[in-house]
């Protein structure tokens, strides 16, 4: 089966621009987490979604957002961009089911999208 | 929140030699411990996990060893080759949420 699918790939955006980032997850699962990677900061929780509600968020600013649809993909959006936001956005899926289910918070990832902020 | 800490950044091993990485969290919550290896230019990828019910897990050339009492978690990868060269990120997480918190990596070079 197809896995995690992010789009785009690469982006360019300049200070104050903002951005949208796409992920469909592996069919079936329903949690979808975001996560940012830096050099400095290695991997940081973003937010995840399940069932289109936001479950668990990271210590980001309000100026990142997401959203789930019914059909489980998920948006994220930046806004007023900075410098400081240039990393590799990496999706992962999930089954999302609860405790002691066999698969649960396996998490599979998505290529990522790579935005640099000029 | 959770912390969670990896050792060493580096790691310079010759072909066929032992590779242990090792990591200590803060949360005695958490009880899902999952290691991840990404490649450069790539994903990261699910290499092994194990859960706080169990102390030990083995695939193959990989094991993880977990104590929970000292909170400390590693992975020890024998026979090193090559194409085990890759950034190895350890991560912790509450089985009732899908929130990992990564430890900072480790870079694993196998020298031939």
């Known amino acids: 089966k197809a896995g995690v699918t992010q789009t785009p790939r690469y982006l360019i955006k300049t200070r104050g621009q903002q951005v949208t980032l796409s992920c469909s997850p592996i069919?079936?699962?329903?949690?979808v987490s975001w996560y940012q990677q830096t050099p400095g900061q290695g991997l940081q929780f973003l937010f995840e979604?399940?069932?289109?509600?936001?479950?668990n968020k990271g210590n980001f600013p309000g100026r990142f957002s997401g959203r789930q649809f019914s059909n489980s993909r998920s948006e994220m959006n930046v806004s007023t961009l900075e410098l400081g936001d240039s990393a590799l956005y990496l999706c992962?899926?999930?089954?999302?089911?609860?405790?002691?289910?066999?698969?649960?918070?396996?998490?599979?990832f998505g290529a990522g999208s790579r935005l640099t902020v000029l | 929140g959770e912390n969670v800490e990896q050792h060493p950044s580096t790691l310079s091993v010759q072909e066929g030699d032992s590779a242990v990485i090792k990591c200590t969290y803060s949360?005695?919550?958490?009880?899902?411990f999952p290691w991840y290896k990404q490649e450069l230019g790539k994903r990261p990828q699910l290499i092994i996990d194990i859960r706080s019910n169990v102390g030990e897990k083995k695939d193959q050339r990989i094991a993880v060893t977990l104590n929970k009492t000292a909170k400390h978690f590693s992975l020890h990868i024998t026979e090193t080759q090559p194409e085990d060269s890759a950034v190895y990120f350890c991560a912790a997480s509450l089985a009732a949420g899908n929130k990992l918190t990564f430890g900072g990596g480790t870079r694993v070079l196998v020298k031939p």
């Open positions: 992962a899926s999930t089954t999302g089911a609860g405790q002691g289910f066999r698969g649960a918070n396996v998490l599979t």
């Open positions: 979604y399940f069932s289109e509600t936001q479950r």
């Open positions: 949360d005695s919550a958490s009880n899902y």
């Open positions: 069919s079936g699962h329903r949690s």
